[in-house]
């Protein structure tokens, strides 16, 4: 209700439309609090090799069955302001490195969770923030120095960074066989410059089709295109392949929109037909004299071209996609040709062999045995819609979690060591400090130590013993020791073969911290009745006065 200013006569200065709604100082904390943690805790029970997964029906009645973090909170219809925001942690966690997006949102949650409990205390936000940025910075400190060197010819090591990706989904049960996959894809079209290693993954295709199993999955040194060969008469299988690549359509460029050809007899008829297919043979007669024996057009193919295109013995597929074009210029080395007068043999690319094969009922393309291809794909299979779909999520997580690992060159043992060590070192900065500063440095510690006690609980295995054995080691020496969720015992992670790349790590405590730091800083929330009406997620006005106007 508004309350009366005695200096204005008694009357209330209203600035707020009818029907907003503002909450102030620890009840829009709290509010904020609370739908941020509940996203954390929704995708918790799926973090680690014995998470559970989720089933997300839409309005459509389409399923999605995963544990992909990422995947659950883009499926997830989240309308209040503050739960979006850990929505934003998740989506920046997965385009920067691709995976360790349930480790950031849950680490943000955590770190909730010590704020309120700090702010019950009557420390100040801005206190609580300080600290946590301090101890930020010495997370990060402390992970870096942790770090093993890793380099793109130690096969073993990226393998076991692509199973530790793939671990707890699906594609486990082949996991063996699928970060094999995806070693040899990152291989193939990294490039080293510098010193450094650089991978672009928009270079690794990922095509799908049900059918078969995982362990059928396999990759193409080449590109795979979902197109069939336009002519029943063109061959199926060409070996040694010249493949030219054409950005326009081979047919004849239809008349402007005011211009008219005017016909007044049937031997100009004849006439203007055969001058047409005379334009087309004309285009195939300079595909022929290029040596191009494969064309892959992005636009049309007129039927009289495809019909001497198969005279001449060439293999073509039309209305390619770009992104497909584009792949085939990185993998065989061709030119996209955008007139056909153009063409020259300098501008084919190579390829050992394009065929087209039936793949699941479908036809498909498949250009394989490049030389040096920079663009490869995989073909992933799997008995179900729903299994290709995890299957496929698994390999993007090992493809981009391989790219990251070799970006900085560096890795860290999994299984709840590295954030083990930085609470280790955390507890010992935090002595430096005195007051409330350390209370806040104290607690970034504990939150960061609920990744291996959330990894412990999704095992079924009891937290707090789990978590008092890993101290104990960790206590110690400066260890490579997590927890083992298979059996409930701490182990050498790095013997283990379970390692993680160093960027993702980072990238987490990054991104949970400032997300954290800035739903702290909210003291005050301005709804107006928009919002409402759309579902803006923040709760209805009390009763018992004007809609929302507030007075200064």
């Known amino acids: 209700m508004p309350a009366q200013l005695a200096n204005l006569g008694g009357q209330p200065i209203l600035i707020l439309p009818e029907g907003t709604f503002r909450s102030k100082g620890k009840d829009a904390q709290r509010n ?5 943690r509940a996203v954390a805790d929704a995708v918790r029970t799926t973090l680690g090799p014995k998470g559970m997964d989720k089933m997300l029906v839409d309005s459509l009645g389409d399923v999605v069955i995963t544990n992909d973090g990422a995947t659950i909170l883009q499926e997830m219809q989240i309308e209040h302001p503050a739960a979006k925001m850990m929505v934003e942690v ?37 206190v609580i923030t300080k600290g946590f940025r301090m101890a930020k910075e010495k997370a990060l400190e402390v ?29 486990e049960r082949a996991s063996k066989e699928l970060s094999g996959i995806a070693v040899r894809a990152i291989k193939k079209v990294a490039d ?26 396999q990759l193409i040194e080449g590109i795979l295109i979902d197109k069939e060969v336009v002519h029943t008469a063109m061959p199926k299988k060409i070996k040694g392949a010249k493949i030219a690549l054409i950005s326009s359509a081979l047919e004849v460029k239809e008349l402007e929109t005011d211009a008219k050809v005017s016909i007044d007899s049937p031997e100009k008829m004849q006439a203007f037909l055969e001058e047409e297919e005379k334009m087309l043979k004309n285009m195939v007669d300079k595909i022929v004299k290029s040596g191009a024996n494969v064309v892959f057009c992005q636009k049309g193919i007129d039927d009289t071209a495809q019909h001497y295109l198969a005279k001449a013995g060439i293999l073509a597929a039309r209305r390619v996609k770009k992104s497909d074009m584009d792949a085939m210029v990185r993998a065989t080395g061709a030119s996209t040709i955008n007139n056909i007068n153009d063409l020259t043999k300098d501008d084919l690319g190579y390829a050992g062999r394009v065929e087209e094969r039936k793949v699941a009922g479908e036809q498909m393309v498949f250009v394989e045995e490049c030389k040096t291809p920079k663009a490869v794909t995989i073909l992933i299979r799997g008995g179900t819609e729903h299994v290709i779909a995890e299957v496929e999520r698994a390999m993007e ?6 790219a990251a690992a070799l970006e900085l060159g560096k890795i860290v043992p ?51 013993e789990s ?15 997590g927890l083992d969720v298979f059996t409930g015992k701490v182990v050498d992670m790095v013997k283990m073969g379970v390692v993680e790349p160093l960027k993702i790590k980072l990238q ?27 579902g803006g997620g923040m709760p209805q006005m009390p009763p018992g006065g004007p809609g929302g106007m507030e007075d200064y």
């Open 90 to 126: 998740a989506k920046t966690q997965d385009k920067s490195v691709g995976d360790g997006t349930t480790t950031a949102v849950v680490l943000a949650g955590e770190l909730l969770k010590k704020a309120e409990d700090l702010l019950d205390q009557e420390i100040h936000p801005t």
């Open 508 to 534: 987490a405590v990054k991104s949970a911290s400032e997300a954290t730091e800035m739903i702290l800083r909210i003291d005050d929330i301005i709804s107006s009745s928009g919002s409402e009406k759309r």
């Open 192 to 217: 080293a410059n510098d010193g450094k290693v650089e991978v672009d993954v928009d270079n690794i295709k990922i095509e799908k089709k049900e059918g078969g199993s995982m362990s059928d999955t």
């Open 32 to 36: 904020n609090i609370s739908a941020a």
């Open 397 to 402: 997580d090992a493809i981009k979690g391989l």
């Open 414 to 464: 999994g299984g709840g060591c590295a954030e083990s060590s930085a609470a280790k070192e955390i507890r010992k900065y935090a002595e430096g400090f005195k007051g409330r500063e350390q209370l806040a440095i104290m607690a970034f510690a504990d939150a960061l130590e609920v990744v291996p006690r959330s990894l412990a609980e999704n095992a079924g295995l009891d937290p707090i």
């Open 143 to 171: 992970l870096e120095r942790n770090a093993r060197p890793v380099s793109i010819s130690e096969d073993r090591i990226l393998e076991q960074i692509a199973e530790t990706a793939m671990t707890g989904k699906a594609a």
């Open 467 to 481: 978590l008092a054995n890993l101290r104990a080691e960790h206590d110690k020496k400066d260890s490579t020791f």
